[in-house]
T-cell receptor
């Protein structure tokens, strides 16, 4: 399967702990996106990379959140000092150059902060 | 981005056509209409997009009214696996802004 993969699929952590999620995009896709989805809502945009450059960040991405995409391949999303409000599904997507609105999503990482 | 309005939920019988409406009365001339769907516990999936003309692919058809203020996504022969939340998104194509703005979508339930 050559789709977008995300690890772990589920993460349970205690409030105040740090967590890191990984996203592996489709290999020829140079754009990578992170979204967050809470229960009953559509996904909300967090940040976007073109190759290794982080080009846009939502105001939802507080200073406790950081994303990287070294060498323009996989990406990591880290949340420091987790809060219960961070509990959500974190979705990663990727797209081809010039086809930014045809985004291919991974299965997501479900974070539960207790 | 133009705001979209979709019904909260719809039902459809298996094998029948599912017609999902979307209102986007403030759409501007260079904004496209995109449809995604999200099956339970999965990430969203791109379905189809269009600007003015009707579009068809292997998954669905998109009918856009002449004034472009509304559109309908048609699944010609719905199956149980089409049960999902369907999102209608309006956005300008091109440029460097590719973030998708999802609303709450329409929960389509296909019944046997």
């Amino acid at each position: 399967d050559t789709g977008v993969s995300q690890n772990p699929r589920h993460k349970i952590t205690k409030r105040g702990q740090n967590v890191t999620f990984r996203c592996d995009p489709i290999s020829e896709h140079n754009r990578l996106y992170w979204y967050r989805q809470t229960l009953g809502q559509g996904p909300e945009f967090l940040t976007y990379f073109q190759n290794e450059a982080q080009l846009e960040k939502s105001r939802l991405l507080s200073d406790r959140f950081s994303a990287e995409r070294p060498k323009g391949s996989f990406s990591t999303l880290e949340i420091q000092r987790t809060e219960q409000g961070d509990s959500a599904m974190y979705l990663c997507a990727s797209s081809l150059p010039g086809q930014g609105f045809e985004q291919y999503f991974g299965p997501g990482t479900r974070l539960t902060v207790t | 981005d133009a705001k979209t309005t979709q019904p909260t939920s719809m039902d459809c019988a298996e094998g029948r056509a599912a017609n999902l409406p979307c209102n986007h009365s403030t759409i501007s001339g260079n904004e496209y209409v995109y449809w995604y769907r999200q099956i339970h516990s999965q990430g969203p999936q791109y379905i189809i997009h269009g600007l003015k003309n009707n579009e068809t692919n292997e998954m669905a058809s998109l009918i856009i009214t002449e004034d472009r203020k509304s559109s309908t996504l048609i699944l010609p022969h719905a199956t149980l696996r089409d049960t999902a939340v369907y999102y209608c998104i309006v956005h300008i194509s091109g440029g460097s802004n590719y973030k998708l703005t999802f609303g709450k979508g329409t929960l389509l339930t296909v019944n046997p």
